[in-house]
């Protein structure tokens, strides 16, 4: 004797309805598709809140805004998939930039290598707290955060004391732009940080060290590779990236103070998680994490339209951290 209980059985074998483990089954197989299809809604949509949106200067706009935005989410892409975060980007972006507004007299190149090297040395002592210390990278990197407000507070008082503008060619890289004032000179930086993010994770051995470390750091550790090393060299890009980030965030202000890169903290991990990168580690693509920037882009473009006020957008981001870590579970889980 045989029962046959027809659609219920594949709902019951499957744990989900059929309808929900083919959705989940795309977004695992074919993410950009999904996030590229979300992204011309979202465009769409903001167009029809507001018509001049949809122009070359409209769209020139949201490029402007993520940019920036990409090009931190590029080193929180890089940490997530070693399973931690930096907290501490936006004040090392702010960092950068009032280094870079102080040394800007003394000509544009100084003060932006100045500004890198800043990045790079906030982003390594995170990475020897994370790698070497073992601190959890949630309490290191928002511990180093709050040390270098206070720094940065008191000389901003002393010898930082008007450094508030930034040279002219940061604010054209910043905020210029050309082919007839169509693309921004910031979107040509940030293409060229997704050709070595997305060149450096498939082909090189540091690439395949950080899905690694995420994956199985156990593994990786048992094949003789020293997960510190790997940690300090992440963290210490993150901090490039995040520097190079406030940078641009100056040249596009003209100026700096200490609540510059502040609002891009949160938009920064949402980007990364919206591209399918994993909090979980191992699992992500900076591809993605360029949709997740562009997403959140226009989104707050639409919020903008709409008169939604900063607190309003940062609850909004939250949402969607929150929404999608479940929905990538979920799918994790389906798969």
């Known amino acids: 004797m045989s029962l046959d209980v027809g659609p219920a059985r594949d709902t019951l ?148 004391q008007g450094s508030t503008s930034v040279a002219p060619f940061i604010r054209t890289i910043g905020a210029g732009s050309f082919f007839d004032h169509r693309i921004p000179w910031n979107v040509l930086i940030w293409g060229a940080v997704a050709i070595v993010m997305i060149g450096g994770l498939r082909r090189t051995g540091l690439g395949r060290m950080l899905y690694g470390v995420g994956d199985n750091p156990e593994a990786v550790r048992l094949a003789g590779v020293r997960i510190w090393q790997v940690l300090l060299a992440a963290y210490t890009i993150s901090g490039f990236f995040a520097a190079l980030g406030g940078i641009l965030l100056a040249g596009q202000s003209g100026a700096v103070d200490l609540r510059l890169a502040q609002n891009f903290l949160l938009p920064s991990v949402a980007a990364a998680v919206i591209g399918g990168t994993s909090i979980f580690g191992g699992v992500g693509t900076y591809s993605g994490t360029i ?31 929150l929404a999608l870590a479940w929905l990538y579970a979920a799918v994790t889980r389906a798969e």
């Open 13 to 160: 074998i499957g744990g989900e309805p059929p309808a929900r483990r083919a959705w989940m089954r795309v977004m695992s197989e074919r993410p950009l598709m999904v996030l590229g299809a979300v992204l011309v809604a979202l465009v769409l949509a903001t167009g029809a809140i507001e018509p001049g949106y949809l122009s070359l200067r409209g769209l020139r706009n949201t490029l402007l805004l993520a940019a920036p935005l990409g090009i931190m989410a590029a080193g929180q892409t890089l940490l997530m998939l070693t399973r931690g975060i930096d907290l501490s980007v936006a004040m090392i972006g702010t960092a950068a930039a009032y280094v870079a507004g102080n040394q800007s007299p003394n000509g544009a190149g100084i003060a932006i290598v100045l500004g890198l090297v800043v990045g790079c040395v906030a982003g390594a002592t995170n990475g020897v707290g994370v790698g070497v210390f073992r601190v959890n990278p949630l309490i290191m990197t928002l511990a180093l955060s709050g040390i270098i407000l206070g720094l940065f507070t008191q000389w901003a008082q002393t010898f930082l």
């Open 291 to 321: 949709f997740g920037a562009l997403i959140l882009s226009v989104l707050n473009s639409m919020l903008t339209f709409l008169d939604a006020g900063q607190a309003v957008k940062q609850v909004v981001y939250g949402l969607i951290v």
